[in-house]
């Protein structure tokens, strides 16, 4: 039993630019955002997919829509999104600071747990649902993060410590296996 996920980040939105963390809140794609989503097309091979998952947030519909609509059907699912910042939602990136929120919600908000907790529900769905099935992931960063803590075993402050976005290192998907 296993499944193969490849995960994708929304493209960049109009708060990335402003410094600004969107949260739970709908958030708009930039016109980059909108150019890496198309761009992404070209970066990967659609038809390996055999099922394509994003959060239900706006900017992670809008770069699933760029990148597989009219190729794949799209599902979805509220246990993709982002980490509820509470008071937080649409602040300052300043303000947003996981490893102070992994066990402590934020403000009128959630924790990392609590995001590993809704991840590790969709995973278990996956398993039970698309078993032996490559999957495709558009969402954005704290569920990624959740994945590498459930599905690689590393800690919570090691996967924050060592995410790409602090290095820049950006690539057209993250490979992740259930099993």
């Given at each position: 039993?296993?499944?193969?996920?490849t995960y994708f980040v929304h493209g960049t939105t109009l708060d990335n630019i402003e410094h600004k963390s969107t949260g739970w809140l709908p958030g708009e794609l930039s016109q980059k955002g909108i150019e890496?989503?198309?761009?992404?097309?070209e970066q990967i091979n659609i038809d390996k997919f055999d099922a394509v998952f994003c959060s239900d947030l706006k900017r992670a519909v809008d770069s699933a829509s760029y990148t597989f609509e009219g190729?794949?059907?799209?599902?979805?699912?509220?246990?993709?999104?982002?980490?509820n910042y509470g008071e937080y939602n649409g602040e300052d990136t300043k303000l947003v600071i996981y490893e102070e929120?992994?066990?402590?919600?934020?403000?009128?908000g959630e924790c990392m747990l609590d995001v590993e907790k809704r991840?590790?529900?969709?995973?278990?769905?996956?398993?039970?649902?698309y078993d032996g099935k490559h999957i495709a992931i558009v969402a954005h960063r704290a569920p990624q993060l959740?994945?590498?803590?459930?599905?690689?075993?590393?800690?919570?402050e090691e996967v924050?410590?060592?995410?790409w976005r602090k290095?820049?290192?950006w690539q057209p998907g993250w490979e992740y296996y259930i099993k």
């Amino acid at each position: 039993m296993a499944v193969k996920i490849t995960y994708f980040v929304h493209g960049t939105t109009l708060d990335n630019i402003e410094h600004k963390s969107t949260g739970w809140l709908p958030g708009e794609l930039s016109q980059k955002g909108i150019e890496q989503s198309i761009a992404l097309k070209e970066q990967i091979n659609i038809d390996k997919f055999d099922a394509v998952f994003c959060s239900d947030l706006k900017r992670a519909v809008d770069s699933a829509s760029y990148t597989f609509e009219g190729i794949k059907n799209i599902i979805q699912d509220k246990r993709l999104r982002e980490c509820n910042y509470g008071e937080y939602n649409g602040e300052d990136t300043k303000l947003v600071i996981y490893e102070e929120h992994i066990c402590e919600k934020f403000p009128d908000g959630e924790c990392m747990l609590d995001v590993e907790k809704r991840l590790q529900e969709f995973c278990k769905f996956l398993l039970e649902n698309y078993d032996g099935k490559h999957i495709a992931i558009v969402a954005h960063r704290a569920p990624q993060l959740a994945l590498q803590v459930i599905l690689e075993g590393k800690s919570w402050e090691e996967v924050i410590n060592k995410d790409w976005r602090k290095t820049k290192s950006w690539q057209p998907g993250w490979e992740y296996y259930i099993k």
